[in-house]
Nanobody, 123 residues
Framework: QLQLVESGGGLVQPGGSLRLSCAGSGPTLDYYAIGWSRQAPGKEREGVGCISTNDGGTYYADSVKGRFTISRDNAKNTVYLQMNSLKPEDTAIYYC????????????????WGQGTQVTVSS
């Protein structure tokens, strides 16, 4: 059974950066599409982006395009979300998710979820 654990969240000032990690245990993440989503208080969960299994292709929501980057390190069984130029509206709990598939864009289609990590952007 695949398990995912996010880390790297915290408090950062507007314009700052954070790197979130999503570590997998159990099966290797090599064959899983990985996505990042976030949920702010009082709002629905929003897909942030995802990365494919084969060529590392990525997809990003318009709200984060050009600021966030998803990458994977198969040797460490870990996927990263690099977040730059953070804004207060990026404040949310961030989740990673996995599905045994090449690429999955829609968050509701993922099968495995981590517990989330809080990101707060505030001065």
């Amino acid at each position: 059974q695949l398990q995912l654990v996010e880390s790297g969240g915290g408090l950062v000032q507007p314009g700052g950066s954070l790197r979130l990690s999503c570590a997998g245990s159990g099966p290797t993440l090599d064959y899983y599409a990985i996505g990042w989503s976030r949920q702010a208080p009082g709002k629905e969960r929003e897909g942030v982006g995802c990365i494919s299994t084969n060529d590392g292709g990525t997809y990003y929501a318009d709200s984060v395009k050009g600021r966030f980057t998803i990458s994977r390190d198969n040797a460490k069984n870990t996927v990263y979300l690099q977040m730059n130029s953070l804004k207060p509206e990026d404040t949310a709990i961030y989740y990673c998710a996995a599905k045994y598939a090449i690429m999955v864009v829609t968050p509701s289609n993922y099968d495995y979820w981590g517990q989330g990590t809080q990101v707060t952007v505030s001065s």
